[in-house]
């Protein structure tokens, strides 16, 4: 036998025997053929070992809860009302009252014109309408009429008279050059916020396209694209969250579903258009990208953490504590959100879902050290 064959004496008389090479080998095979045979068939075998994992696990206790079914889509944010502004007359500008970025409240003065060639003008036509009406006066006076009996005069008679005085001209001319003084004056329509800010003092209004732009950003809606498929999950939702990439780990704004374009585009994609609820929302920006978050709340489902679900053997698998021992399971997914999904098959209320320390784990291997949910 090879025991006998191989053994030989030291120099100080003891035998070294290879028996204990020889068991060791031997155990090995047994252990190794035993091993192969545990666990789910089907299972890979280098996984399906008897062993145990020094390293805690934690594991939470599986009920049946509310999910919050999540579509995830980029969108972009644009203001209701924003407008070009510009005087309607050129001129020489006087004065810029603002500056990007301010706030102004509807009404404030934001620029204005030299105002002397209009002022002059202003004076020339109120000179020119008391002209007027002295000689509609003398009119009246000549066709045997008083000025104070204007109310009972024949409508004739006034037309005539106002024709060759030149009053209503007068009239007319006096309030081309009232508005002309008045805009002069560039003030906001409505309350926002300055952008664009173009023009500069002592230049001609004429040598720029519009003087600022001016943007309410308490009214903001936010424009995003949808699968055709998608649809039906927008409409039954209605409400949305959004939130711009620049902030990460903080509560969104939630803004209500407005319309839905009737048409789809050559990637199958429909367009949807939501209004943010009115606030003070300071931080988001016209034409600001955002991080678009749809959600419907399904009661009754399983909801583990995306953390317990693993990739398999091209399945997913999620691990439970069976009397200190971690259990393979395949599972179906039937929803997803940010952080989690919901088991639609594989799972039952009670079993206890590892969710931390659960990615080394094999079939039938010993846990030593859990912490329960």
């Excluded at 003398?138 to 000025?147: A, C, E, M, V």
Aim: hydrophobic fraction near 40%; aromatic fraction near 6%.
């Amino acid at each position: 036998m090879l025991f006998f064959s191989i053994a030989r004496r030291s120099k100080s008389g003891n035998i070294i025997s290879a028996s204990l090479f020889a068991l060791s080998v031997l155990n090995a095979s047994c252990n190794q053929t035993s091993g192969n045979s545990a666990g789910e068939s089907g299972l890979d075998s280098v996984l399906m070992g008897v062993s145990s994992v020094e390293e805690s696990i934690r594991y939470m206790v599986l009920q049946e809860t509310k999910f919050s079914k999540e579509l995830l889509a980029n969108g972009k944010l644009s203001s209701t009302r924003k407008a070009d502004l510009k005087f309607k007359t050129p001129g020489i500008i006087k004065e810029v009252l603002v500056r990007e970025g301010e706030h102004v409240q509807a009404g404030q003065l934001l620029a204005r014109l030299d105002e002397e060639s209009a002022i002059a003008s202003l004076n020339a036509a109120r000179l020119s309408h008391e002209q007027a009406v002295l000689d509609y006066e003398d009119q009246l006076l000549r066709s045997g009429y008083k000025i104070n009996d204007t109310a009972r005069l024949p409508a004739d008679i006034k037309a005539v008279a106002r024709l060759r005085s030149g009053l209503g001209r007068a009239i007319l001319n006096l309030r081309q050059v009232e508005n002309e003084l008045k805009e002069t004056k560039l003030v906001a329509p409505f309350s926002g916020i300055i952008a664009n800010l173009r023009a500069m003092p002592f230049n001609n209004s004429n040598s720029y396209e519009f003087i600022c732009s001016l943007i309410d950003d308490s009214h903001m809606e936010v424009s995003f694209k949808v699968l055709e498929q998608e649809l039906p999950f927008i409409r039954r939702s209605g409400l949305i969250t959004i939130m711009p990439f620049s902030q990460r780990g903080e509560s969104g704004v939630i803004a209500r579903v407005q319309s839905i374009n009737p048409l789809v585009d050559g990637a199958g994609m429909i367009e949807v258009k939501a209004l943010l609820s009115d606030g003070g929302h300071r931080e988001l920006l016209d034409g600001m990208n955002v991080r678009v978050h749809v959600q419907q709340q399904l009661a009754g489902q399983l909801v583990v953490p995306k953390e317990a679900v693993l990739d398999r053997q091209n399945r997913k698998v999620v691990f439970t504590l069976v009397d200190s021992l971690a259990q393979w399971n395949y599972v179906e997914i039937g929803g997803e959100n940010s952080s989690q999904y919901a088991i639609s098959k594989g799972l039952k209320s009670g079993d206890k879902v590892i969710y931390e320390g659960n990615f080394n784990l094999a079939h039938d291997k010993i846990i030593h050290g859990t912490k329960g949910q």
